[in-house]
């Protein structure tokens, strides 16, 4: 989602060949992308994405989402089928590609009826335009309404959700991630490192530096909102501490803190520059001490409640 605005075409580039030299087969992205970019700028991301899969489309799972405004007329935006319907052509034209192998709500919709959505992705799945679907930013309760009526249908149920998800927002433990477990719903969590908060490189005393994730226009003060609290930023320091009495990066732990969740499948991480990835692809191969694991989560405890003290 940073390609486009928060780094132009050479630089997403190298950030995908560094990627796929790094073992990543799975790629998401969105019609709204780039990040910030608003509607002029949407679609971006697509067509970036699209001129490098070129010739090695076939060595990766792709994901898209529909959702977002993506024009100025009301119906350029939602989860009614002329949105879903015109989106999901957009985005196979401007990624280049015939079939989605996940296609993805990017949130929900409380002006469209549940069904006249399910159905429209139905039709998608059966068409051959898209392989599987999934949502992202729902609620455990939607989810358990969408999997019901999909069943009731007979239509082709979410097979993902796309939460957000890291050791400063654990909301979801509490009733979206059973409920993945028990039905067999995949979990592809975003923001692990809390927008490049838990990547360590944040002071407390200085404010967020020109073209990070908490300043990019449109979207920057969305960050600063979720994350850059006092409560946030002095659980940052004492994470930084445990990274290190643990011999691991900051990031690398914060991923891999993630991972062990039993209902994730796994994490979306993302970069701004290819040696970003270094320290997130290595929580592929850590397996964490059950005292590391007590410690993180005595320290964030209260974020996963949801009313955690500002």
């Given at each position: 989602?940073?390609?486009?605005?928060?780094?132009?075409?050479?630089?997403?580039?190298?950030?995908?060949?560094?990627?796929?030299?790094?073992?990543?087969?799975?790629?998401?992205?969105?019609?709204?992308?780039?990040?910030?970019?608003?509607?002029?700028?949407?679609?971006?991301?697509?067509?970036?994405?699209?001129?490098?899969?070129?010739?090695?489309?076939?060595?990766?799972?792709?994901?898209?989402?529909?959702?977002?405004?993506?024009?100025?007329?009301?119906?350029?935006?939602?989860?009614?089928?002329?949105?879903?319907?015109?989106?999901?052509?957009?985005?196979?034209?401007?990624?280049?590609?015939?079939?989605?192998?996940?296609?993805?709500?990017?949130?929900?919709?409380?002006?469209?009826?549940?069904?006249?959505?399910?159905?429209?992705?139905?039709?998608?799945?059966?068409?051959?335009?898209?392989?599987?679907?999934?949502?992202?930013?729902?609620?455990?309760?939607?989810?358990?309404?969408?999997?019901?009526?999909?069943?009731?249908?007979?239509?082709?149920?979410?097979?993902?959700?796309?939460?957000?998800?890291?050791?400063?927002?654990?909301?979801?433990?509490?009733?979206?991630?059973?409920?993945?477990?028990?039905?067999?719903?995949?979990?592809?969590?975003?923001?692990?490192?809390?927008?490049?908060?838990?990547?360590?490189?944040?002071?407390?005393?200085?404010?967020?530096?020109?073209?990070?994730?908490?300043?990019?226009?449109?979207?920057?003060?969305?960050?600063?909102?979720?994350?850059?609290?006092?409560?946030?930023?002095?659980?940052?320091?004492?994470?930084?501490?445990?990274?290190?009495?643990?011999?691991?990066?900051?990031?690398t732990l914060a991923v891999a803190w993630v991972m062990h969740n039993p209902a994730i499948t796994a994490p979306i991480i993302g970069a701004s520059r290819p040696d970003q990835l270094d320290d997130t692809l290595a929580a592929a191969e850590v397996k964490l001490d059950a005292g590391v694991v007590s410690r993180l989560d005595e320290l964030t405890r209260e974020f996963r409640r949801g009313d955690a003290v500002r």
């Amino acid at each position: 989602m940073t390609f486009g605005l928060q780094i132009d075409e050479p630089a997403s580039r190298s950030v995908l060949d560094r990627a796929a030299e790094g073992g990543v087969t799975f790629i998401d992205t969105a019609d709204v992308y780039p990040l910030g970019g608003g509607v002029d700028l949407a679609g971006t991301t697509e067509d970036i994405l699209g001129r490098w899969l070129k010739g090695k489309r076939h060595q990766f799972v792709l994901a898209t989402k529909c959702f977002g405004r993506t024009g100025p007329q009301p119906w350029e935006a939602g989860n009614s089928r002329r949105h879903i319907l015109d989106a999901v052509d957009a985005s196979l034209r401007r990624l280049g590609i015939d079939y989605i192998d996940l296609y993805q709500l990017h949130g929900d919709d409380p002006e469209t009826p549940l069904d006249e959505t399910l159905r429209a992705l139905d039709d998608l799945v059966r068409s051959g335009k898209v392989r599987y679907i999934g949502c992202s930013n729902f609620l455990g309760y939607r989810v358990a309404l969408a999997l019901g009526r999909s069943e009731a249908l007979g239509l082709a149920r979410f097979d993902s959700v796309q939460p957000r998800y890291n050791l400063l927002f654990r909301e979801f433990e509490r009733e979206l991630f059973p409920l993945c477990l028990e039905a067999g719903v995949g979990v592809i969590p975003y923001n692990p490192l809390a927008g490049g908060l838990l990547s360590g490189k944040y002071r407390r005393d200085e404010k967020p530096s020109a073209g990070t994730r908490f300043t990019i226009p449109n979207a920057g003060q969305m960050y600063q909102d979720r994350y850059w609290h006092d409560r946030e930023l002095e659980t940052v320091d004492a994470f930084t501490q445990i990274a290190r009495d643990a011999g691991l990066k900051p990031a690398t732990l914060a991923v891999a803190w993630v991972m062990h969740n039993p209902a994730i499948t796994a994490p979306i991480i993302g970069a701004s520059r290819p040696d970003q990835l270094d320290d997130t692809l290595a929580a592929a191969e850590v397996k964490l001490d059950a005292g590391v694991v007590s410690r993180l989560d005595e320290l964030t405890r209260e974020f996963r409640r949801g009313d955690a003290v500002r």
